[in-house]
């Protein structure tokens, strides 16, 4: 095979193949390297799972993690739109502070992000721009306020029928003075978004979050993959290899649009996240920005760059169209479609499932069984039909 075709013939999930072949191979490899393991190996140690002593302990329904104040249970919850363009929305401020970030092409092939907050602490978040329906319909569940500046007509129509709606409002947003941004200059800081919660009497939010392991049962799971990663092939094994997760170095996600807005995960054994970064190798960094109230400011200003870097990564298949204006896009939320979970440095294949857009999205591996996501941050990605996923 010659230089060329061997380019062309990446592992692409490009949707019309078959699912899961290169998937069930590589896991039916790591799965006789496991079960054959040789009894004279030393014994290795793997974290406990909770003790009943773990009854008390409160986690954020939100992103799966210990909470240290209890009362933070059902803290407001905030659903931001978040730009992506390369019209001066990046670096984005406070991104790396959502629990949860749904990403999606909003219009032309650009990328846009819901990312959802719980109790904020960050200084500057935005920018923030406009709302799509299929963005409000993933973000329903979490009971939000739904933070944007403006929309397209079926998302304004419905987000004024029950819903906690902050729309462009200079008494809880502020214009940001830098050039560069552009019309990306909207921003929030969590003092105004918690000011907008008290003056209108939402002092809570009854999330409806994603099924999550207890931190005891991710160490687990993570330390199962590292050593079975590890082991040599030394006899075969009749055991049931389709529940194996993979271990997976990188992910890349292939939107199907322009390459600007395409991503590369590179998975950090150290932090046990996933690096995120543009297809063109360029770092996806944001501003983190300071813990107290700076004021109407520039992120640029007073805030420093980090890398965005989840701890869970979710590609979801979608069914996505051009709209009647051929710009905006339609995607379609509910249903159900290919998922792909990649936690603690494995993949896992699955299938989502949304009844409605009130109900929460399930994940759901091979065996019909949930898929708990490890806690953290969690991106999670709507890749369309003509889009591809590889690892």
């Given at each position: 095979m010659d230089?060329?075709?061997?380019?062309?013939?990446?592992?692409?999930?490009?949707?019309?193949?078959?699912?899961?072949?290169?998937?069930?191979?590589?896991a039916a490899c790591l799965a006789v390297a496991f079960f054959g393991l040789k009894s004279s190996q030393a014994a290795l140690d793997f974290p406990t799972l909770p003790s009943s002593t773990d009854a008390d302990v409160k986690y954020s329904l939100l992103t799966g993690e210990p909470l240290k104040n209890a009362e933070d249970l059902d803290a407001p919850a905030y659903c931001i739109q978040t730009p992506n363009g390369t019209d001066g929305a990046r670096p984005q401020a406070g991104l790396n502070e959502a629990g949860v970030v749904f990403e999606a092409i909003a219009e032309a092939g650009i990328t846009?992000?819901?990312?959802i907050y719980q109790n904020p602490s960050s200084a500057i978040i935005g920018p923030i721009r406009s709302l799509r329906i299929y963005y409000l319909e993933w973000d329903t569940p979490f009971d939000c306020t739904i933070v944007h500046a403006g929309g397209s007509g079926d998302a304004l129509a419905a987000v004024s029928n029950g819903y906690k709606n902050l729309d462009e409002n200079y008494a809880y947003?502020?214009?940001?003075?830098?050039?560069?941004?552009?019309?990306?200059?909207?921003?929030?800081?969590?003092?105004?978004?918690?000011?907008?919660?008290?003056?209108?009497?939402?002092?809570?939010?009854?999330?409806?979050?994603?099924?999550?392991?207890?931190?005891?049962?991710?160490?687990?799971?993570?330390?199962?993959?590292?050593?079975?990663?590890?082991?040599v092939i030394?006899?075969?094994?009749?055991?049931?290899?389709?529940?194996?997760?993979?271990?997976?170095p990188a992910v890349s996600l292939n939107l199907g649009g322009w390459a600007d807005f395409n991503v590369n995960y590179s998975y950090d054994a150290d932090s046990n996240t996933y690096l995120r970064s543009?297809?063109?190798?360029?770092?996806?960094?944001?501003?983190?920005?300071?813990?107290?109230?700076?004021?109407?400011?520039?992120?640029?200003?007073?805030?420093?760059?980090?890398?965005?870097?989840?701890?869970?990564?979710?590609?979801?298949?979608?069914?996505e169209s051009r709209a009647s204006d051929n710009y905006h896009e339609d995607i379609t939320t509910t249903g159900s479609g290919d998922a792909y979970v990649f936690q603690n440095g494995t993949a896992i294949k699955g299938t989502w499932t949304k009844n409605s857009k009130e109900e929460q999205i399930k994940f759901t591996g091979a065996d019909g069984k949930e898929i708990k996501l490890a806690p953290g941050q969690t991106f999670v990605t709507a890749v369309p039909s003509y889009g591809g996923i590889e690892f």
């Open positions: 230089a060329k075709n061997k380019k062309n013939n990446k592992k692409w999930l490009i949707f019309n193949i078959v699912g899961g072949v290169s998937f069930v191979a590589g846009r992000f819901a990312a947003m502020y214009r940001g003075t830098y050039g560069g941004r552009l019309w990306n200059n909207l921003f929030t800081t969590s003092a105004y978004l918690k000011k907008f919660s008290a003056d209108n009497g939402y002092n809570t939010s009854n999330i409806n979050g994603f099924a999550r392991l207890t931190p005891a049962e991710s160490d687990a799971e993570r330390a199962n993959a590292a050593v079975a990663e590890k082991l030394t006899e075969p094994t009749n055991k049931n290899t389709s529940e194996v997760s993979v271990p997976v543009y297809a063109s190798g360029a770092a996806h960094q944001v501003y983190g920005c300071a813990a107290e109230d700076l004021g109407e400011r520039n992120p640029e200003d007073v805030c420093s760059l980090i890398q965005m870097a989840p701890s869970v990564v979710v590609a979801m298949v979608v069914k």
